[in-house]
Structures are given as C-alpha cells and as structure tokens.
C-alpha cells in the first residue's frame, strides 16, 4: 500500500533552517510528484511547493522563492523539503502529498505530518 | 495568489443533503478541471474525496459529489452522517504548475 512516513517534530529557533523529509514507499517514486502543504495552527492548508520525483524539476509558491528548497532522492524514495531563514509565521505542521505529475489525482496520499515551530 | 473562497461554516441535520461552495477566479477554478476535495479530521492530515471536480477515488461514499461551474465548484454530501463532521478543503490548479487551497470549511451535524 502507498504510504509516507515524515521525519519528527523540529524545534527551531528564528533565522534558522529546518529539513523535513517524507520517505515513500507501495508505488513507483520516480513515476509521480511530491508537493509540500502546511497548516498553521488552526489555518487553512497553504501549498507551498512541489517537485516531479521523476526529473527533479520543482516549483514553489512565489513567497517562498529564495527560502525553500525540494529535492529527492529516488534511491531512497525520499523527499526532502529544506526551509531557511524562519520567523514564527512559519510554525506549523507540514505535510508531504503524493500527486500525478499533471496533478490530475489531487493529493491521494499525505504523510502524518511533521510539526515545526519556531521559537526563541 | 489569493486562497479559494469557502463558507467558514455549513451546518445540517442527520440524513440531509448540504452543498459547501468555493469561488475562484478566471485564473484558476474557471480555467481547469483539476479541482480537487479534502476532509479533514482533528489532528489529521486531510483525505481526498473528489478529484477532477467530480471523480472519486476507490473507497470513497457515493454520498460525496463533486461539481463547478464558472468560477465556483462544490462538494455535496448527501445522507449527512455524524461521521461527516470535519473541516472540507478544495484545491484548484491555478496555472504555471501551482496550487492554491481554500480558507476550509466547518461542517457541523445537528
């Protein structure tokens, strides 16, 4: 079965940086997308990001652009998704998703989810 | 990128039809087949009920349906069920391989 398991929760202080990672497994990588959503406490679900496993090629939501960085590694079926210069408005939890990569399934499998909260 | 426009709270009595709406725009809902739903549950990440406005995935009640028209879509759930109380999400694609959400839904059963 599709699954993806996330790294652990992170404490950060501010202008740090953090690395979540989402190791997949049940389906073929290098065959689909990985996009990264976060959820501020008690916000809405914000897209930030996604990248093609297969050809490395990523794209970000303009306000992230210069902060945030998505790259995989196929032969550990693992996403990384790196994310630099942190205030609190970057307190959230961050989800990894699994999409087609003309996003025509939506987001059929998430990870648990990994908590960050930036703090000093 | 502005987020997609949802009613903070629809509410619904056992067994009745409710209908959560989401506005877009021209650059996004209007412009592509690719809206998509999600049910979240407290302290859960979100499940995907609808994709391509109106297709569900395996597994997924028939008593969830999903369509659009304009720069709107919407997530009927019919035969609500106390098991259906959650906050619901639409996405759209909204050009140059981006996503954008909407502020969620709250749906309650009375």
């Known amino acids: 079965q599709v699954q993806f398991v996330q790294s652990g929760a992170e404490v950060k202080k501010p202008g740090a940086s953090v690395r979540v990672s989402c190791k997949a497994s049940g389906y073929t990588f290098s065959h689909y997308a990985v996009h990264w959503v976060r959820q501020a406490p008690g916000q809405r679900l914000e897209w930030m990001g996604w990248?093609?496993?297969?050809?490395?090629?990523?794209t970000f939501l303009h306000k992230f652009q210069g902060r945030i960085t998505i790259t995989r590694d196929t032969s550990a079926t693992t996403a990384y998704m790196d994310l630099s210069s942190l205030t609190s408005e970057d307190t959230a939890v961050y989800y990894c998703a699994r999409a087609s990569i003309v996003g025509t399934t939506g987001f059929d499998y998430w990870g648990q989810g990994t908590l960050v909260t930036v703090s000093s | 990128q502005s987020a997609l426009t949802q009613p903070a709270s629809v509410s619904g009595s056992r067994g009745q039809s409710i209908t959560i709406s989401c506005a877009g725009t021209?650059?996004?809902?209007?412009?592509?087949?690719?809206v998509s739903w999600y049910r979240q549950y407290p302290g859960e990440a979100p499940k995907l009920l609808i994709y391509e406005v109106n297709e569900r995935p395996s597994g997924i009640s028939t008593r969830f349906s999903g369509s659009k028209s304009g720069n709107s879509a919407s997530l009927t759930i019919s035969g609500l069920q106390a098991e259906d109380e959650a906050l619901y999400y639409c996405?759209?694609?909204?050009?140059?391989?981006?996503?954008?959400f909407g502020g969620g839904t709250k749906v309650t059963v009375v």
């Open positions: 021209s650059s996004d809902v209007a412009n592509y087949d690719l």
């Open positions: 996405c759209s694609y909204s050009g140059g391989s981006s996503w954008v």
């Open positions: 990248i093609n496993a297969g050809n490395g090629h990523t």
